[in-house]
Each structure stands twice: as structure tokens, then as C-alpha cells.
Nanobody, 126 residues
Framework: QVHLVESGGGLVQAGGSLRLSCAAS????????MAWFRQAPGKEREFVVV????????YYANSVKGRFTISRDNAKNTVYLQMSSLKPEDTAVYYC???????????????????WGQGTQVTVSS
């Protein structure tokens, strides 16, 4: 199994920045799709960003375009979500997820993903 651990969440003021990380361990694969989702209280878990193993394709939700950026450190087997210009509406538990996949397709549905982290809380105050 692939084990995913998110970290880096916390409390920030509106307009601030925060960097989340997702470290993968256990069984790993050379080809996969990874995504970030978030879930606010009383709401469905929603898509944030997805990218493929080859790094050729990255797709952001409209709500975060221009503010959030993903990057990776292959040596550390870690992916980062850099969040800037944070808004109160960004408050949520953030999850990373992985789907073993060789197609290079961008999956935005939570039901497509096989492995999930425990989540990390991000709170943005006004």
C-alpha cells in the first residue's frame, strides 16, 4: 500500500501564504496521478489540483488558479502545495491522493483515487 502523510497546515490570516507537503512511502509506483482535495465543514470534498507522473499536465480548480502552485521533490518522494493570497473560503482539511495510472489522464473525481492521506487543517482568518 502507498502511505501518504500531509503536513504544513495551520492558521493564517487572509492574504497570507502556506505550504503543504505530501510525503509518500510504502509501495510506490513509477506511473501515477496525484491530486489535492479539500473539504470544508458541511461541504463535499472538492477537487483542488491534479498532476500526472510525467509532469506534462497539471490542472487547477478555477477557485485556486493563480494562487496555488504544486511542485515536487523526487528525491524526497514529496509533493508540495504552495498556497498564496489565501482567502477565508480556502479554510478546509486538505488531502493528497494517489491513483496508480499509466494513462496520463487528469482525474478530478475523488472516487478515482486509491490512496489518501489523513488530511491537514488549513484555517484562514479574515
Amino acid at each position: 500500500q502507498v502511505h501518504l502523510v500531509e503536513s504544513g497546515g495551520g492558521l493564517v490570516q487572509a492574504g497570507g501564504s502556506l505550504r503543504l507537503s505530501c510525503a509518500a512511502s510504502g509501495r510506490t509506483f513509477n506511473r501515477y496521478t496525484m491530486a489535492w482535495f479539500r473539504q470544508a465543514p458541511g461541504k463535499e470534498r472538492e477537487f483542488v489540483v491534479v498532476f500526472t507522473w510525467n509532469g506534462d499536465m497539471t490542472y487547477y480548480a478555477n477557485s485556486v488558479k493563480g494562487r496555488f502552485t504544486i511542485s515536487r521533490d523526487n528525491a524526497k518522494n514529496t509533493v508540495y502545495l504552495q498556497m498564496s493570497s489565501l482567502k477565508p473560503e480556502d479554510t478546509a482539511v486538505y488531502y493528497c491522493a494517489v491513483k496508480v495510472d499509466y494513462s496520463g489522464r487528469l482525474y478530478t473525481s475523488k472516487s478515482a483515487y486509491e490512496y489518501w492521506g489523513q488530511g491537514t487543517q488549513v484555517t484562514v482568518s479574515s
